[in-house]
């Protein structure tokens, strides 16, 4: 069945720094790939997808390309803010299913 | 705007209670979803719904029931069967299209007295 391996957390950084969460999948077909972004006692919000390869998602200064050939849709941000922390989910649903497969999570925490 | 609603954000059980979670959405979405997070973990689905007066069980169905009398509701009980209700509460709704992404609510936080 469809599955997402994240890096695991958590992780700590300085503001400024450049963060990159890793994102691997399994998955028959061609899947739409996703990265949601879950703040502090709320719920999950849609941060950028992809749905096709070689497309690139991006939202708020982050960026994430799905590659086809690592089966792989890394997450990234040149400069980190404290606003940023918070927990960064991977998630993918098949072209034919509307059920999404989660990664478990990464923790994100940036110091000022 | 459109969007999903869930209340009441904070909700406390007494051993041996029922309790109602509830979840409304006006997306126009076929597919709804709950989604139970414990604390440090990710998300495990409890029960989904594609259309009305139809719903499937997810992962971790056992202690839970659902119904789905309207489309733009999906409430979830809580029954005494589930022996470890402590648990964040996410619902989540989708168009039945294939690849489309799902959007949530605020969710619930379900605390044992």
């Known amino acids: 069945g469809d599955s997402v391996t994240q890096m695991e957390g958590p992780v700590t950084l300085s503001e400024e720094a450049f963060l990159t969460i890793n994102c691997t999948y399994t998955a028959t077909g061609y899947p739409s790939l996703f990265w949601y972004v879950q703040y502090p006692g709320e719920g999950l919000q849609l941060l950028l997808k992809a749905t096709k390869a070689d497309d690139k998602g991006s939202n708020k200064g982050f960026e994430a390309t799905y590659r086809k050939e690592t089966t792989s849709f890394h997450l990234e941000k040149g400069s980190v803010q404290v606003s940023d922390s918070a927990v960064y989910f991977c998630?993918?649903?098949?072209?034919?299913?509307?059920?999404?497969?989660f990664g478990a999570g990464t923790t994100v925490t940036v110091r000022a | 705007d459109g969007g999903i609603t869930q209340s009441p954000k904070y909700l406390f059980r007494k051993e041996g209670q029922n309790v109602t979670l509830s979840c409304e959405q006006n997306?126009?979405?076929?597919?709804m979803y709950w989604y139970r997070q414990d604390p440090g973990q990710g998300l495990r689905l409890i029960y989904y719904s594609q259309i009305v007066n139809d719903f499937q069980k997810g992962d971790i169905a056992e202690g839970y029931s659902v119904s789905r009398e309207k489309k733009e509701s999906f409430p979830l009980t809580v029954t005494s069967a589930q022996k470890n209700p402590t648990a964040f509460y996410l619902c989540?709704?989708?168009?039945?299209?294939?690849?489309?992404?799902?959007?949530f609510g605020d969710g619930t936080r379900l605390s044992i007295l």
């Open positions: 997306l126009n979405h076929d597919a």
């Open positions: 989540a709704s989708s168009l039945l299209t294939g690849g489309q992404p799902q959007h």
């Open positions: 998630a993918l649903t098949s072209s034919n299913d509307y059920k999404l497969s």
